[in-house]
């Protein structure tokens, strides 16, 4: 068990499903929140939740397909609560089409989120993780080991957050951060 009381934990994908559950979560066990989304009204109704439940918490609008998104996200995150100690990239699409039916921009965008988007911000934090010996979480998915029926792009970006954060975490767990 790991103790997340004062810690700040950054989730990216914020708003919806599983990045909500992972706000209220950790913010339950005591750590200050940073949620990262595009979509505006739903970050202010989290941080609506967030803030009736007594956890610290902030929100910032953020895309993560772009790196000037991130990088001004994660210097709110170290402005509002002194750095970061967890990264949670969660946010990622899907696509569902044959490749033969699939326009080239299409899987251009899935990778553009969910691979790019978890490496801007992580290459964004990482000064601030390493400084505090934090924590990089990536949620990924069965796609990324295993082939699924129309569905290329995305098991292409699932591949790319093992190989990418499979290869960084050589270089970080060394120097105390964990992937």
């Not at 934990?9 to 066990?29: D, E, K, P, Q, Y």
């Not at 970050?43 to 772009?66: F, M, N, W």
């Not at 957050?161 to 975490?169: D, E, I």
């Amino acid at each position: 068990m790991r103790d997340f009381h004062g810690k700040v934990v950054v989730v990216t994908g914020a708003a919806g499903g599983l990045g909500r559950a992972l706000c209220l979560r950790f913010g339950a066990a005591g750590a200050r929140i940073v949620a990262l989304d595009r979509d505006a009204s739903a970050l202010s109704g989290l941080l609506a939740d967030l803030q009736a439940k007594g956890i610290a918490a902030t929100v910032d609008r953020c895309d993560v397909s772009a790196a000037s998104d991130c990088r001004a996200s994660i210097a709110a995150a170290i402005g509002a609560f002194g750095g970061v100690d967890v990264l949670i990239n969660n946010a990622g699409i899907t696509h569902r089409s044959p490749f033969a039916r699939t326009r080239p921009d299409v899987i251009e965008r899935v990778l553009a989120v969910n691979f790019l988007g978890a490496m801007h911000c992580t290459h964004a934090a990482l000064e601030t993780l390493l400084a505090r010996r934090g924590m990089i979480v990536v949620v990924s998915s069965v796609a990324g080991f295993a082939p699924l029926i129309a569905r290329t792009g995305y098991a292409a970006s699932k591949h790319a957050l093992h190989g990418f954060f499979g290869s960084l975490r050589t270089e970080v767990e060394p120097l105390g951060v964990k992937v």
